[in-house]
């Protein structure tokens, strides 16, 4: 599949998720065969306001590429601002945030609350795309409100409309938040509206739950958020399938190997800033391991970059 004139393979992405999908974790998954990754969502009005925290996150590295910068906001003019603005980053696409739940966003009229006007939508793809020379997609939800079934496909339109060059649909409601369980119905009834690649999102951790979106929805591609928090292998698992071979989970030194390439690009990155954070990728990559239990309690306590790795080399063994 392609987003403009960009392909994918295999149409993996890596989802972007807001304090976890930082550019160590992001370069590890592209490692794992990931094919496109999106920085943390950015917010147009602190760019446009000059906040030096909000262009922090829209930085990409090499390693990660190819990569999209993700925007929210609700003012189109802002919006296309922002994405002028961040494309001395040179993204290879820009995504426009339609689905955070966040009251705090809502509120504002931002993320998943753009879903209750199309037209304002398709005003902000328009703008922002007319802006920028990369192609734009947007990601959206099932809908804002619960009682708007035909939400999405309403919006998806719309965006396409405005200029989207693809559209990712995550299959939960804002209610549902990440709860529940993803509705597939939604995105293929969003594949059929649109004549742009439609990118299928919610619950794959395997190939075999990959092969359901695809099979259920038609969509050309997947993206991949919670499934691949803590087994960054799971692109590499869905490829194999897809290849037709035969699957074996990484060893416990292979994901050692793995855990300790991101822990050194965390700390290279943010120093004694990234442990805390580093602290939830290890509680989750030691999920399943014996002991996990009296290991959630150890890990919450590290502090310095020695104390990560005696842990690691404690339980990776
Ligand atoms: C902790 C967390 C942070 C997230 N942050 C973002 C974000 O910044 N932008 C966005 O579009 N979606 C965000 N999401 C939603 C994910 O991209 C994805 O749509 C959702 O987790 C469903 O996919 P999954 O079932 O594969 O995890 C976030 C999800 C989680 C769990």
């Known amino acids: 599949m392609n987003i403009g004139n960009i392909q994918f393979r295999h149409g993996l992405f890596l989802a972007p998720m807001a304090g976890i999908t930082d550019h160590a974790f992001r370069s590890v998954c592209v490692a794992c065969g990931a094919e496109g990754v999106t920085t943390e969502l950015v917010s147009a009005k602190g760019v446009y306001y000059g906040d030096k925290k909000s262009e922090i996150l829209a930085k990409i590295n090499n390693n990660e590429r190819p990569a999209a910068i993700q925007i929210?906001?609700?003012e189109p003019n802002i919006m296309a601002y922002a994405a002028?603005?961040?494309s001395?980053?040179?993204?290879?696409y820009f995504d426009i945030n339609m689905g955070c739940p966040v009251p705090k966003l809502v509120k504002n009229g931002e993320g998943s609350a753009l879903m209750r006007s199309p037209?304002?939508?398709?005003r902000i793809v328009y703008a922002v795309a007319n802006a920028v020379s990369v192609p734009v997609t947007v990601k959206i939800r099932k809908s804002c409100d619960d009682f708007d079934e035909d939400s999405a496909v309403k919006v998806a339109t719309a965006c396409e409309k405005g200029g989207a060059s693809a559209i990712f649909v995550h299959g939960r409601t804002r209610s549902q938040m990440y709860t529940g369980v993803a509705d597939k119905t939604v995105i293929a009834r969003v594949?059929?509206?649109v004549t742009v690649p439609v990118i299928g999102n919610g619950d794959i951790n395997s190939y075999e739950s990959y092969l359901a979106m695809k099979q259920e929805t038609g969509c050309d591609g997947v993206m991949i958020g919670r499934g691949a928090y803590g087994s960054p292998w799971v692109f590499s698992q869905i490829i194999a399938g897809i290849n037709g071979e035969e699957y074996t989970q990484p060893t416990v030194a292979e994901k050692k190997e793995i855990l300790l390439k991101q822990f050194?690009?965390?700390v290279k990155e943010k120093g004694m800033n990234g442990i805390r954070e580093f602290r939830h990728h290890l509680l989750q990559y030691c999920k399943g391991f014996h002991g996990s239990a009296k290991l959630r309690k150890e890990i919450s306590?590290?502090?310095t970059p020695k104390s990560v790795l005696d842990a690691i080399d404690a339980v990776f063994v």
């Open 301 to 303: 306590l590290l502090t």
């Open 88 to 92: 001395r980053y040179n993204p290879e």
């Open 191 to 193: 594949k059929s509206a």
């Open 72 to 74: 929210f906001g609700s």
């Open 119 to 122: 037209d304002l939508c398709e």
């Open 264 to 266: 050194d690009m965390v």
């Open 84 to 86: 002028k603005t961040l």
